[in-house]
């Protein structure tokens, strides 16, 4: 009540209490109320909600929430998929040019940068980003989720907008957006002395290992600057795949018997073998050299992991999982996907791809699992329902 009250700007009234102002506040007039991301604070707004609906006649409710508030009388509307076509996003674009939604005063409102109560400004503004890149500035924003990547860029003194939009997880879209901007803008830019020419300076050259070595490197190596984080490795026929925790995995290709790069990313891995030639730790190569340890961890048997297996459904995504066990492993299957493995980490939370990265399985009173809360980078604890 607090946040409503403060939102439509009630004064402070002692001997009153906040739920009593607020509602005779909201009954003078026909109101629409918007309650957005409740599942944060699912009771108190399902308090507030019946409070005002109860003892008002003019006003009505819109609740954003990944859980249900139970509201009598609600009326569920499940937010299909956002899509966002480029065309969209051009027409977004040229509208900062010439507004015909919104009009000039929203479209000037969206530079304004945030203000600290120091008085100091934010490059952040309206959902832009102010920025300079070689001398221009620009307000730009990007964004991702699952296998999708986005960004676009706009130089107002130039007129000139780039939007970039990819299905690729690996897409560097504003490297690209930059990049194009270069093209069309060069003469604006800062000139940037270009470095001589080197051919093949120092590109690694991919070699062939025995397989009876590779298969010493396989396992799970856990970072020591970041307790929890693994590297697991893993052969598939003469190729060695590595996939960090809540990453893609991605083919790492021989130098030497102990060396391997990526070529997806400016990384490496050096592993390090001890006098009886097994391999305890590695070193990874990147932005830096990060020591990581080898982890033993007991696979759960056939039994325990038949507990999770079953199909789970997620109402929010409109998504259906079907969990099996496989050779030992438990897998999750999807109409769109290829089957993954779903990695024992720690009691009942398990491990899978970037998208997937971790999975805690829920059990009832009796200990029957009933639920998985799937994890990633930007989602946190989505829920997926066992049906059966």
Same mark, same amino acid.
Do not use: C
């Given at each position: 009540p607090g946040v409503v009250a403060l939102t439509v700007?009630?004064?402070?009234?002692?001997?009153?209490?906040?739920?009593?102002?607020?509602v005779e506040r909201l009954d003078r007039r026909e109101t629409l109320l918007l309650l957005d991301n409740c599942e944060h604070v699912l009771d108190k707004a399902a308090s507030l909600a019946i409070e005002v609906l109860k003892r008002t006649g003019s006003v009505r409710i819109v609740a954003t929430s990944r859980q249900p508030l139970g509201v009598a009388g609600?009326?569920?509307?499940?937010?299909?998929?956002?899509?966002?076509?480029?065309?969209?996003?051009?027409?977004?674009?040229?509208?900062?040019?010439?507004?015909?939604?919104?009009?000039?005063?929203i479209v000037d409102r969206?530079?304004?940068?945030?203000?600290?109560?120091?008085?100091?400004?934010?490059?952040y503004a309206f959902g832009l980003m102010h920025g300079n890149y070689r001398g221009l500035d620009y307000v730009g924003h990007g964004g991702s989720d699952a296998g999708y990547r986005a960004y676009f860029v706009r130089f107002p003194k130039s007129r000139f907008s780039i939007a970039v939009m990819s299905n690729s997880a690996a897409a560097r879209t504003q490297m690209l957006a930059n990049a194009v901007s270069a093209l069309f803008l060069e003469d604006e830019m800062i000139?940037?002395?270009?470095?001589?020419?080197?051919?093949?300076?120092?590109?690694?050259?991919?070699?062939?290992?025995?397989?009876?070595?590779?298969?010493?490197?396989?396992?799970?190596?856990?970072?020591?600057?970041?307790?929890?984080?693994?590297?697991?490795?893993?052969? !598939?026929? %003469?190729? #060695?795949?590595?996939?960090?925790?809540? *990453?893609?995995? &991605? /083919?790492?290709?021989?130098?030497?018997?102990? @060396?391997?790069?990526?070529?997806?990313?400016?990384?490496?891995?050096?592993?390090?073998?001890?006098?009886?030639?097994?391999?305890?730790?590695?070193?990874?190569?990147?932005?830096?050299?990060?020591?990581?340890?080898?982890?033993?961890?007991?696979?759960?048997?056939?039994?325990?992991?038949?507990?999770?297996?079953?199909?789970?459904?997620?109402?929010?995504?409109?998504?259906?999982?079907?969990?099996?066990? !496989?050779? %030992?492993? #438990?897998?999750?299957?999807?109409?769109? *996907?290829?089957? &993954? /493995?779903?990695?024992?980490?720690?009691?009942? @939370?398990?491990?899978?791809?970037?998208?997937?990265?971790k999975a805690r399985f829920i059990r009832d009173d009796s200990g029957t699992v009933v639920a998985l809360r799937a994890s990633n980078g930007r989602v946190r604890d989505m829920l997926f329902e066992k049906v059966e």
């Open positions: 700007g009630m004064a402070e009234a002692p001997g009153r209490s906040i739920a009593d102002r607020l609600r009326h569920p509307y499940l937010i299909p998929t956002l899509e966002a076509p480029a065309d969209d996003a051009a027409r977004w674009l040229a509208n900062f040019d010439r507004p015909v939604f919104g009009g000039e005063d969206q530079y304004q940068r945030g203000m600290l109560t120091s008085g100091d400004t934010l490059q000139r940037i002395p270009r470095p001589p020419l080197v051919q093949d300076a120092g590109v690694p050259v991919e070699v062939h290992i025995d397989l009876s070595i590779l298969d010493r490197l396989v396992g799970e190596y856990e970072l020591k600057i970041r307790p929890g984080f693994v590297l697991t490795f893993t052969r !598939e026929g %003469d190729r #060695l795949f590595q996939q960090a925790t809540g *990453q893609g995995k &991605f /083919e790492v290709y021989p130098s030497s018997d102990s @060396t391997f790069f990526f070529k997806v990313v400016n990384a490496s891995v050096t592993f390090h073998r001890a006098l009886d030639r097994v391999v305890n730790r590695i070193t990874l190569h990147q932005g830096g050299d990060y020591e990581a340890i080898r982890v033993e961890k007991s696979r759960p048997s056939y039994e325990e992991l038949s507990e999770f297996t079953g199909t789970y459904f997620s109402p929010e995504l409109m998504a259906t999982y079907r969990l099996v066990v !496989e050779e %030992d492993k #438990l897998m999750a299957r999807h109409q769109r *996907q290829e089957p &993954f /493995e779903l990695i024992h980490d720690d009691g009942d @939370t398990y491990r899978g791809p970037w998208f997937f990265a």
